[in-house]
């Protein structure tokens, strides 16, 4: 199943992270090397489903790229966004991080 089609599109990073917000994504996460991280946890990325993709291409400068997650996780009671760049900025661990989130169907 495609979840793109589940979802609106955005013309910012901004906009969509909002929009995630207000569904009730309120974790700030982030990518550490196999894990994913909170202030204050680490998590397995196989604990997490993902919700929501939104990829961002930049207009003017390829290398402005960035792509938001919307993530859950029924285990850690968890609705969380991850942000991260793509492309040329995509570093290894967050590549593989993603790779493991179960994609919601």
Do not use: H
């Amino acid at each position: 199943m495609d979840i793109r089609r589940q979802q609106p599109s955005f013309d910012t990073v901004t906009e969509s992270v909002q929009w995630l917000q207000d569904k009730g994504y309120g974790a700030n996460l982030s990518f550490e090397q196999d894990r994913i991280v909170s202030q204050a946890d680490r998590f397995d990325p196989d604990d997490f489903l993902l919700d929501y993709v939104f990829r961002f291409e930049g207009e003017s400068d390829p290398n402005d790229e960035d792509i938001v997650f919307g993530v859950s996780s029924a285990k850690w009671g968890i609705k969380g966004i991850l942000v991260s760049a793509f492309g040329a900025y995509a570093g290894n661990a967050s590549n593989e991080v993603i790779a493991r989130l179960v994609v919601r169907g």
